[in-house]
């Protein structure tokens, strides 16, 4: 266990359904990320929070809309996705945003769009 | 795009040591070098990470060469459990602070 916890850990959604992604880190950790991992291919970052200010988005459809209410929980909000928006959808945490901070992974949440 | 070069894929003999090359010649002074893992389906795991001096946690060792345009990660007595996708990452310093960029990667795969 590394402090992240996803959830829910699987989900299928129509290209019609609204859906959020959760996560949470018990780290306290002022840094939050939203990483997409498409099959065969390496792991693209999408949003970064940094004391629950997003701080980076790095040209994401507006589909994906991220939330940060506190400094230990992060959404992601899914709408109107395309099949090609499959994926696995990992959250990290890491103490700060400086250049060496460790940022720890959850176990991601494997999302099919049909 | 990712800053290391890896091999693909490499095997491994359970209980015996396992060596992960990684190449990272434009490396700049003040980049760390870190080292995750990424078993089936799962979140990457943090390993270790070093500067310049070997480093060794209660996982593996980091050897980084002296010119540091090159590392090698050494899982000392690997098991099953050791089988996944390692990346090596050379921290972005400056611009996007705190990203990791991930490249493909070696697959290890630790054989009984």
């Known amino acids: 266990e590394t402090g992240v916890t996803q959830t829910p850990r699987h989900l299928v959604m129509g290209m019609t359904n609204k859906k959020s992604l959760k996560c949470e880190q018990h780290l306290g950790h002022n840094a939050m990320y939203w990483y997409k991992q498409s099959a065969k291919k390496p792991l693209e970052l999408m949003f970064v929070?940094?004391?629950?200010?997003?701080?980076e988005n790095n040209s994401v459809p507006s589909r994906f809309s991220p939330e940060c209410p506190n400094s230990s929980h992060l959404f992601l909000h899914l709408h109107t996705l395309q099949p090609e928006d499959s994926a696995l959808y990992l959250c990290?945490?890491?103490?700060?945003?400086?250049?060496?901070?460790?940022?720890?992974f959850g176990p991601g949440t494997r999302l099919t769009v049909l | 795009d990712a800053k290391t070069t890896q091999p693909p894929s490499m095997d491994c003999a359970e209980g015996r040591a396992a060596n992960l090359p990684c190449n990272h010649s434009?490396?700049?002074?003040?980049?760390?070098v870190y080292w995750y893992r990424q078993i089936h389906s799962q979140g990457p795991q943090y390993i270790i990470h070093g500067l310049k001096n070997n480093e060794t946690n209660e996982m593996a060792s980091l050897i980084i060469t002296e010119d540091r345009k090159s590392s090698t990660l050494i899982l000392p007595h690997a098991t099953l459990r050791d089988t996944a996708v390692y990346y090596c990452i050379v921290r972005v310093y400056g611009g996007s602070q705190g990203n990791l960029i991930f490249g493909k990667g070696t697959k290890l795969s630790v054989k009984p």
């Open positions: 929070y940094s004391l629950e200010e997003r701080v």
């Open positions: 434009t490396i700049s002074g003040n980049e760390y």
């Open positions: 990290a945490s890491s103490q700060d945003r400086a250049d060496t901070d460790t940022q720890y």
